[in-house]
């Protein structure tokens, strides 16, 4: 069982850094296609290698509202819904929790949308009322991507400045000066005919600590920039980005390598 598991995650992985790649090409083709050809048939070349790859893409995200639907569901009941639930994490509070089932549901919307498109992305059907269901669907990904990064930003907001409420900070200390003192050493080297001399020695844990944070700080940062990227590509098809198919393919570019980079990392570790 295991094994099955292990494997099961990491065809997702895969799956995932696959999707990525794509969609790397894609914005790269489209940036070609508008600012890289200089002939009809260079342009048609760029233009079906970007659509081409979008409907690959497609294919790898057609069931991904389940996954969507389930993640808010499950962070409703476990911290939302009224009833005996088991408590939160320290590191979880409504607003964060909030803000992660109104990003998933409004991502589970985008994508339950545009999967009544994709035959007509297919070219198989041609429905009257296809381009608008994509058009909503866009927006649902606009306001998913719009939440996401104000998700990103609160985190990365109470991790540089949670401590803050400690009641250490209450009593008018500073608390993050004071966990500092607690966790350092000190040790008094004497030698003969010289001043003694004190080194500080902080231990390993509290090393470990701020590594982890650190890595945090840079995943969030990471996160939001790739986010903010995104977001361009739904608001400039909806019009609400006043933006040409050169920035938003860059944009996208941008999003695809932090993304993806991501990926690759936790499939060959």
């Not at 002939?39 to 991904?64: D, G, I, S």
């Not at 701020?210 to 920039?225: H, S, Y």
């Amino acid at each position: 069982m295991p094994n099955m598991l292990n494997s099961l995650a990491r065809y997702t992985n895969d799956a995932a850094g696959i999707e990525k790649s794509l969609k790397f090409i894609q914005s790269f083709s489209q940036v070609a296609e508008n600012a890289v050809a200089s002939t009809p048939k260079e342009v048609l070349l760029w233009k079906t290698a970007k659509e081409q790859t979008n409907l690959a893409r497609r294919y790898f995200r057609l069931f991904k509202w389940i996954d969507s639907w389930t993640t808010a569901y499950n962070q409703y009941h476990t911290h939302l819904a009224p009833g005996p639930v088991a408590k939160p994490p320290s590191d979880v509070d409504n607003i964060k929790v909030v803000l992660t089932v109104a990003k998933f549901s409004l991502l589970g919307m985008y994508l339950f949308l545009e999967m009544f498109t994709l035959t007509d992305a297919m070219q198989i059907t041609k429905t009257s009322w296809g381009p608008t269901i994509q058009l909503e669907a866009l927006k649902f990904w606009f306001y998913s991507l719009a939440v996401s990064v104000v998700l990103g930003v609160y985190e990365l907001v109470v991790l540089e400045f949670g401590s803050s409420a400690s009641p250490a900070h209450a009593n008018g200390t500073n608390s993050s000066h004071v966990e500092e003192k607690a966790s350092q050493a000190t040790i008094t080297v004497k030698s003969a005919g010289k001043e003694s001399t004190t080194v500080v020695v902080q231990p390993k844990s509290t090393l470990v600590a701020r590594d982890l944070r650190a890595m945090k700080r840079q995943k969030l940062v990471k996160q939001i920039v790739a986010d903010s990227c995104d977001l361009l590509i739904p608001g400039a098809v909806v019009g609400w980005v006043p933006l040409g198919p050169v920035p938003v393919g860059v944009a996208g570019s941008i999003s695809a390598v932090l993304g993806g980079s991501d990926v690759w990392a936790r499939v060959n570790p």
